[in-house]
């Protein structure tokens, strides 16, 4: 009785810790006004900006974790971890760069919320990034 009651404090506290932050901007059109932007640069921005929103320190982020599908060349191939290093997060943050194609960005926030609900950590950043 008593493990059942955790269990379901638990997922009330990542119901409650999942706080959502949405960037509306264009989508990178041919020859568009991002055209010149970096997905990792946006990504940092959003990162910084969502970090600053849930009023938490970035030394608190255990990972950063990012869909991404088919990623460019020009890319490095962890989108996740240079958007991190980029926002200024620690160098003990990991980040993990995951692929579902249309269902990335989905897939990061899972895997997210499943990491905390498996006590695998506390506080994580997730969403996607297109390039």
Not at 16 to 24: D, E, K, L, T, Y
Not at 36 to 46: E, K, M, Q, S, W
Not at 53 to 71: F, H, K, S
Not at 111 to 115: M, N, R
């Given at each position: 009785?008593?493990?059942?009651?955790?269990?379901?404090?638990?997922?009330?506290?990542?119901?409650?810790?999942?706080?959502?932050?949405?960037?509306?901007?264009?989508?990178?059109?041919?020859?568009?006004?991002?055209k010149?932007?970096?997905?990792?640069?946006?990504?940092?921005?959003?990162i910084?900006?969502?970090?600053?929103?849930?009023?938490?320190?970035?030394?608190?982020?255990?990972?950063?974790?990012?869909?991404?599908?088919?990623?460019?060349?020009?890319?490095?191939?962890n989108?996740?971890?240079?958007?991190l290093?980029?926002?200024?997060?620690?160098?003990?943050?990991?980040?993990?760069?995951?692929?579902?194609?249309c269902?990335?960005?989905?897939?990061?926030?899972n895997?997210?919320?499943?990491?905390i609900?498996?006590?695998?950590?506390?506080?994580?950043?997730?969403?996607?990034?297109?390039?």
């Open positions: 009785m008593k493990a059942e009651k955790s269990k379901t404090r638990r997922r009330n506290d990542v119901t409650r810790g999942c706080h959502s932050f949405s960037s509306a901007y264009p989508y990178r059109r041919y020859n568009g006004v991002l010149d932007v970096r997905p990792d640069d946006l990504g940092a921005f959003v910084q900006e969502a970090i600053k929103r849930a009023g938490i320190a970035p030394t608190e982020v255990e990972d950063v974790i990012l869909g991404c599908a088919n990623q460019l060349v020009r890319i490095t191939g989108i996740a971890r240079m958007a290093l980029l926002a200024g997060l620690p160098l003990i943050v990991s980040g993990q760069t995951v692929n579902r194609l269902g990335s960005g989905l897939q990061a926030v895997a997210a919320a499943q990491s609900l498996a006590n695998a950590g506390d506080v994580f950043v997730a969403g996607g990034v297109r390039v």
